[in-house]
C-alpha cells in the first residue's frame, strides 16, 4: 500500500520552537508580567501573578517528595488553581494524568489502575470516590473546595529552581475517549502540547487583544490546548465554571469574548435555545471547533452572525490535524502542513475517487508529532498502526478541491440485509427535527441476522412527539433501509469529555421498545 500524500494541498503552519511550555510562561512573565491571562468571577490573572502562583504550587509538589517523571493525576474542577497545577507539572517535568471529575466507581478505578499515578491532587469533594475505591497512592494532595487554595499553597515561598525538561519529554498520559472501548492512556510530549494551540491560533487567527469564552474541561485536551494558546497568541481566557447553553450568549456579552469554541452537542444545544431580539448583539467574530454539519453550519452562522471555523483532532495526535478557514460549510478542510493523509478502505487500499468513503490514516511529516504510543498497552499501539500511518478508526470523504467531510466512526457502520449503513448519515437526518436535541443510532441483533437498528432519542426540554410521528417524519428524509426499527426515548446520554456520545453504555435490548414493525410502519421493506 501506497503511503504517499494523497490529499490536495495543505493547511501552512509555522515550525514549532524548542521552547518548553515552562520556559514559555517564564518568558512571557519576564517580558510581560502585567498582561492579563485569564479573568475567574471578578479576579484578573495577569501572566506575572500566574507565573509566581505557578512556582507555588511547583514548590508545593516539590515538598511532597514528587520528582520529574513521577506521573500525577489531577481531578479538580474548572477554576484558575487547575491551571497554576497544570503550568506547574509542566515546569517540573511531571507527568500530568486527567481524570474527568464527574467519574465514579469502576471507571475511575480503571483509570487509577491503569495510568498507575505515584499522586493524586483532588477536590476534597471528591474524598469519598476515591476512598471508596480503597486504592492507596503514595501521595495524596487535596484542594479544599472551590473557594479555598490547596493546602499550604498560600504559605509557599517561591522556590524557581526546576529541572531541565525537554522538548519530547512525555509530561502528560492523555485518556483516550473510550467510545467503543476501555480508555487508554495516550504518551504526551511537551512539543506534542505545544503543537496542538499552535493549531488554534491557525484556525482562529487569534492574538493580543482577543477573548476566548472559556468554558471547556481542563481534564480534556481541547481545555489544556485552548490554556496554552492563550501564552502563546497572548489573547485573553473568561473562565467560566461550567459550560451553560441558557446563560451562555449573556456571557459572552458579559466577558466582551471575541471567540466561542464548540464541542459535540453544543452548536445545537444553542440553536435550540428561544430565540432573542438581541441574538447578534455580540462581540464574536468567530465560532471554531469541531462537529458541525453543513446544515447546522448555516443555521448557526445566519442567527448568530459569526463566522465558522471546523476542525478535525483526535486524542492520540493533536488537538486539530486538520483545518477549514475558508472551505465549504460542513467541511472538517485540508491537513495542517505536519500531517499527511490518506483515506483506506478496509483492505488496506487507498480510496481514490471524490465521495467514496474511507478510514483516516495520518502520517506525521515530524515523527515527533506523530502517535507516541499507548502507556504499557502494546496490543493497543500496534492495533493503531499501519507503518507511518496512524489508523484514527474515523471515516471521512474527500471532494474534487480535497477538502475532507467527516462521516462518522468506522465502528459505527452497521450492516442491514447486505447493505452497510453509516450511523451518522442517520443520525444527522433526525438532528435537524425541532423536538430533537440529540441522538444515537446502534445495531440490535436480528432475527435475520446482521443488524436492526435502534435508535436513542434526547428530546429538547418541553418537546412532545411519538416515536411513530418522528418515523413518520424521517421516511421521506431516508432511504427505506436506514430508517431504524426501534426507538427508544432517553432523559441522558453518557458521554465523554468531548461530549461524544458513549454507545457502548447504551442497551441493546428492545424488549418494551417502540417496534415499527410492530406498529405497521415499512413491513413490506423489512
Known amino acids: 500500500m501506497s503511503q504517499a500524500n494523497h490529499s490536495t494541498g495543505s493547511v501552512a503552519m509555522d515550525s514549532l ?67 497554576y497545577l497544570l503550568f506547574a507539572l509542566a515546569r517540573l517535568g511531571m507527568v500530568r494524568v486527567p481524570i474527568n ?34 486504592i492507596a497512592l503514595p501521595h495524596m494532595i487535596w484542594r479544599n473546595g472551590i473557594d479555598a487554595e490547596f493546602d499550604r499553597f498560600a504559605s509557599c515561598d517561591e522556590d524557581n ?38 493549531a488554534i491560533l491557525r484556525l482562529t487567527e487569534a492574538g493580543p487583544g482577543d477573548v476566548f469564552l472559556f468554558w471547556e474541561a481542563l481534564h480534556h485536551g481541547s481545555g489544556v490546548a485552548v490554556a496554552i494558546a492563550a501564552l502563546m497568541g497572548g489573547f485573553q481566557l473568561a473562565m467560566l465554571e ?81 483545518a477549514n478557514i475558508d472551505g465549504p460549510p460542513g467541511s472538517i478542510g485540508k491537513p495542517l502542513s505536519y500531517y499527511e493523509i490518506s483515506l483506506l478502505a478496509d483492505d488496506g487500499s487507498v480510496v481514490a475517487e471524490p465521495g467514496d468513503k474511507g478510514e483516516i490514516a495520518i502520517r506525521a511529516l515530524d515523527p515527533r508529532l506523530g502517535f507516541l504510543g499507548y502507556f504499557r498497552n502494546p496490543q493497543a499501539d500496534a492495533a493503531a498502526r499501519r507503518g507511518e500511518l496512524f489508523l484514527s478508526g474515523d471515516l471521512a470523504h474527500r471532494d474534487a478541491n480535497g477538502n475532507l467531510f467527516y462521516a462518522g466512526r468506522k465502528k459505527d457502520m452497521l450492516r442491514r440485509r447486505g447493505i452497510n449503513i453509516a450511523a451518522w448519515d442517520v443520525e444527522s437526518v433526525f438532528a435537524q427535527h425541532d423536538a430533537v436535541a440529540e441522538v444515537a443510532l446502534v445495531g440490535v441483533p436480528s432475527d435475520l441476522g446482521e443488524d436492526e437498528l435502534k435508535l436513542f432519542v434526547r428530546l429538547r426540554e418541553g418537546a412532545s412527539i411519538t416515536p411513530a410521528d418522528l418515523i413518520h417524519w424521517c421516511s421521506g428524509r431516508l432511504p427505506y433501509f436506514q430508517v431504524p426499527r426501534y426507538v427508544e426515548f432517553i432523559d441522558a446520554f453518557p458521554k465523554t469529555p468531548t461530549q461524544r456520545i458513549q454507545k457502548k453504555e447504551l442497551s441493546r435490548g428492545v424488549t418494551g421498545v417502540w417496534d415499527a414493525d410492530a406498529a405497521g410502519f415499512h413491513a413490506a421493506k423489512r
Open 161 to 198: 529552581a526546576a529541572p531541565l525538561v525537554k522538548t519530547d519529554e512525555i509530561i502528560a498520559l492523555s485518556p483516550s475517549s473510550g467510545t467503543t472501548g476501555a480508555p487508554k492512556g495516550v504518551l504526551k510530549s511537551d512539543r506534542q502540547l505545544r503543537a496542538g494551540p499552535m
Open 17 to 83: 520552537s524548542e521552547e518548553t511550555i515552562g520556559e514559555l510562561l517564564a518568558r512571557r512573565a519576564r517580558s510581560n508580567p502585567e498582561d492579563i491571562y485569564c479573568s475567574f468571577r471578578s479576579e484578573r490573572i495577569s501572566v506575572g501573578l500566574l507565573d509566581r502562583r505557578v512556582n507555588q504550587v511547583a514548590t508545593l509538589l516539590k515538598s511532597q517528595g514528587l520528582q520529574k517523571g513521577d506521573r500525577v493525576a489531577v481531578m479538580l474542577p474548572s477554576h484558575p488553581d487547575h491551571l
Open 242 to 322: 461550567r459550560f451553560s447553553a441558557s446563560r451562555f450568549w449573556d456571557d459572552v456579552r458579559r466577558h466582551q469574548a471575541t471567540h466561542i469554541h464548540y464541542l459535540g452537542s453544543v452548536l445545537p444545544m444553542l440553536l435550540k435555545q428561544p430565540e432573542r431580539p438581541n441574538d447578534r448583539e455580540h462581540g464574536v467574530r468567530i465560532a471554531w471547533g469541531g462537529g458541525c454539519p453543513a446544515e447546522v453550519w448555516h443555521a448557526f452562522a445566519e442567527r448568530f452572525g459569526v463566522s465558522m471555523r471546523e476542525g478535525y483532532g483526535l486524542s492520540e495526535l493533536i488537538t486539530f490535524v486538520t
Open 101 to 134: 471529575v464527574h467519574l465514579l466507581g469502576a471507571p475511575l478505578a480503571h483509570l487509577l489502575h491503569e495510568l498507575a499515578p505515584q499522586a493524586i491532587v483532588a477536590d476534597t469533594a471528591l474524598r469519598a470516590a476515591l476512598d471508596e475505591l480503597g
